[in-house]
């Protein structure tokens, strides 16, 4: 089953930027779903169950849906009303909780989605790049994948594709190694001065590498756009 055409097309997008382009589809599948949630928790009793069995959402979700309530629409009446109903399961569950009986709490039902479309979406980034020559020159003039997204698109690739991703990922972090030399150098003493060019943005392209690229800046208080 190929993701859907929006996802796809965020996909797509982030092969044009120095970007993972699976962070840009992640963004994504998460604004989707904070807003989705936001306007149908009230009414979803699958999805109001879904977040009792995870006790609440992550704290990087929760944090999503305090900037799209609390932020952006300066009001706090879907949070508590929400939150009431996973408390008073939480309660329950704790009423009936023995000291010999396990206690774990199901997925981040923000997480699970976003792990759902992240898997269709390495699947079709894998077919897209082996059927469209101009898809895989675009990834191979990018930065790779961050480090999380590469591990996703390493399990459902060939050992042909494998040689790809090793090839584009290799260089992509040797290169931001001598960029990062080259930064710590220019603030050695004898410069004196903050770094410039591609090395000034190192550290910043080191930890979105290693832990995903972070999300465009559009505003919280609407949906996101192609443009964003």
Do not use: N
Not at 202 to 222: K, M, N, Q
Request: overall charge negative; proline content about 6%; some cysteine.
């Amino acid at each position: 089953m190929s993701p859907s055409s929006a996802l796809t097309r965020f996909l797509k997008q982030g092969l044009t930027r120095a970007m993972c382009p699976l962070c840009r589809v992640a963004h994504k599948l998460d604004r989707e779903y904070i807003w989705y949630f936001f306007d149908e928790y009230s009414t979803d009793d699958q999805t109001l169950d879904a977040l009792r069995g995870a006790r609440g959402f992550c704290l990087e979700h929760a944090a999503a849906l305090r900037r799209l309530e609390v932020d952006g629409l300066k009001s706090t009446l879907g949070i508590s009303t929400t939150y009431l109903d996973t408390l008073e399961g939480l309660a329950e569950e704790l009423a009936r909780l023995r000291p010999k009986d396990y206690f774990t709490s199901a997925p981040c039902p923000a997480c699970a989605y976003r792990g759902d479309g992240l898997e269709k979406c390495a699947r079709y980034l894998r077919d897209e790049m082996a059927e469209t020559e101009r898809s895989r020159e675009r990834y191979a003039e990018g930065p790779g994948l961050c480090m999380p997204h590469f591990e996703l698109v390493w399990s459902v690739a060939t050992a042909e594709e494998r040689d790809f991703l090793i090839e584009v990922e290799r260089r992509s972090v040797e290169g931001l190694v001598r960029d990062l030399r080259e930064h710590i150098c220019k603030q050695g003493a004898e410069f004196r001065s903050e770094p410039d060019g591609a090395e000034a943005g190192a550290w910043e392209r080191a930890l979105a590498l290693t832990a995903g690229w972070p999300p465009p800046t559009a505003p919280v208080g609407r949906p996101e756009d192609d443009a964003a």
